[in-house]
């Protein structure tokens, strides 16, 4: 829109221009506001997103200002009369004209269109009479067109990051635009990665975040090793309420709590309409508290989580008891869970409290990636769980750092044979770490050794203490495991035993 200046004095003119020095002008109006019972002459000036409106003396002075985000209702009561409603104030002008009415409504409206995009005229123009309404509305509507054809790079980021800069009367970092603008555009990237801003001040972190509210291009906020203070998570809390197009968050070892988790939920739960499918928070410290919070709120959840990763974030056997009530309750995650990942939380499955983990995946379910490193996991009664729920469709399997069972047993399971019998598409077990008797090898061994379906496995037995007897049981099954492609046997000798040593050198070979 072109500047209009007609009726104002020249060197008003010029005070105006000097006092907003580099700021956009977008529109100038002479107006008439209403100060108590009578309107008195002012200057209306509209920035790209802030109405001045300005003494008509010198030196200009400022009467009022508001943002267009604080507008929450227009109403046009005559041809030239229109009241702005803002958070804090209503402000009643009288126009020298309907077209200088018409031309601050449709820029305070199409701005706001920028910044939500499910946000009309009609939402904000309300109780104004028909047809000073459907005049407005024709010239918006083709105006909304061309601005949905044409919304900006990335969706109009940087667009709504000036007018939250402007709205909070912080400085706009031209480096956060030029980066979205350029390389985020360039590359179609649609994870903002807030490691791209850590260098910034947290308050500038945090406004990117919340213009990521209303964003439609992004789908994804990934933050990792990177401390997020309260500033900056109150924004991701917020965007968490309004988001509709995000759909993963991955905030690992960010220095969360257990109260952003419990906060997360109330957000998650007020807003239905999340496109949030995959959840990492791994690394924080969440603890129980944290945990159970959020396990009612999945309890409830219209929606299924495609990928849940809890882990390293001091679990304990109740979080994860509460969390599996919570996943097998709910019957979304049957078919929605694809990735789940408590690894890192020692002990949590050193309980009877592991049932709630076993029943859930002993029935029907979708999950191809499960991670359970590292949770005093017992291998005989999981891998019973796992033959009878998830044999079709597992395809990575973690167990490392864990134990064969937590009972004394004489006699192997036949679970472990029958899962690795009958499992169809695995291609990477890893049980690394964890002590495995001979017989437990043969029987995981013999089952593949049954298994025709599945081929270029990557299987790790590192670090088993396999010791010679292991070794020998490799050696005489290893030709009928078809099925393995790549096999870590290293840190199975012990004490630089040069029999052991022959042992596994003689399984290369075999091989």
Not at 121 to 130: D, I, M, R, T, V
Not at 137 to 149: A, D
Request: glycine content about 4%; charged content about 20%.
């Amino acid at each position: 829109m072109a500047v209009s200046l007609g009726g104002i004095p020249s060197e008003v003119q010029e005070s105006i221009t000097a006092f907003l020095g580099t700021k956009e002008v977008v529109l100038v109006k002479s107006v008439q506001l209403q100060i108590k019972s009578k309107y008195e002459d002012y200057i209306m000036v509209l920035t790209p997103w802030r109405a001045y409106v300005l003494q008509v003396i010198l030196p200009i002075r400022v009467q009022s200002s508001f943002s267009f985000l604080e507008v929450r209702e227009i109403v046009v009561r005559e041809p030239s009369l229109v009241v702005i409603e803002t958070d804090t104030s209503s402000y009643a002008f009288r126009l020298m004209s309907f077209d200088d009415l018409e031309q601050i409504v449709i820029h305070v409206t199409m701005s706001l269109k920028k910044v939500f995009p499910d946000s009309s005229p009609g939402k904000l123009l309300k109780n104004s009479p028909p047809n000073l309404y459907e005049r407005i509305r024709k010239t918006t509507e083709s105006l909304e067109e061309m601005l949905q054809n044409n919304q900006g790079p990335c969706g109009g980021f940087s667009e709504t990051y000036a007018a939250l800069c402007d709205y909070n009367g912080f400085a706009f970092r031209e480096e956060i635009q030029w980066d979205v603008d350029n390389i985020y555009n360039s590359q179609d990237c649609r994870e903002f990665n807030l490691l791209d801003f850590s260098h910034l001040e947290s308050r500038d972190v945090a406004l990117s975040v919340a213009a990521l509210s209303f964003n439609l291009w992004f789908t994804k906020l990934y933050c990792k090793d990177f401390r997020l203070n309260l500033e900056i998570s109150e924004q991701l809390l917020y965007m968490l309420s309004k988001s509709m197009t995000l759909e993963e968050l991955v905030l690992e070892n960010s220095g969360l709590k257990y109260e952003f988790a419990q906060r997360m939920a109330q957000a998650l739960s007020r807003h239905p309409d999340s496109a949030l499918s995959t959840i990492s928070l791994a690394g924080n410290q969440l603890e129980d508290r944290g945990i159970i919070a959020f396990s009612r709120h999945l309890e409830k959840r219209s929606k299924g989580l495609q990928s849940l990763n809890f882990s390293r974030t001091s679990l304990t056997a109740k979080g994860m008891n509460t969390l599996c009530q919570s996943l097998a309750a709910n019957g979304v995650f049957s078919t929605s869970l694809y990735h789940l990942d408590l690894s890192g939380n020692p002990g949590i499955l050193a309980t009877e409290d592991a049932s709630s983990l076993h029943s859930f995946l002993s029935c029907s379910n979708s999950l191809s990636h499960l991670n359970l490193s590292g949770t005093d996991c017992a291998l005989d009664a999981l891998l019973a769980a796992l033959a009878e729920g998830c044999r079709a469709n597992l395809v990575h399997l973690d167990l490392s750092k864990n134990i064969y069972s937590h009972k004394r047993v004489k006699d192997v399971t036949p679970a472990i044979k029958q899962f690795f019998s009958n499992a169809s598409v695995l291609k990477y077990v890893s049980l690394a770490g964890t002590k495995l008797p001979p017989d437990v090898l043969r029987a995981l061994l013999q089952g593949l050794a049954y298994n025709s379906q599945i081929s270029d496995l990557h299987l790790d037995l590192s670090n088993c203490e396999l010791r010679s007897a292991g070794a020998q049981v490799i050696q005489d099954l290893i030709f009928d495991a078809n099925s393995i492609s790549d096999l870590d046997l290293s840190d199975n000798v012990q004490n630089e035993n040069k029999f052991e040593i022959v042992e596994f050198l003689m399984v290369p070979a075999k091989l």
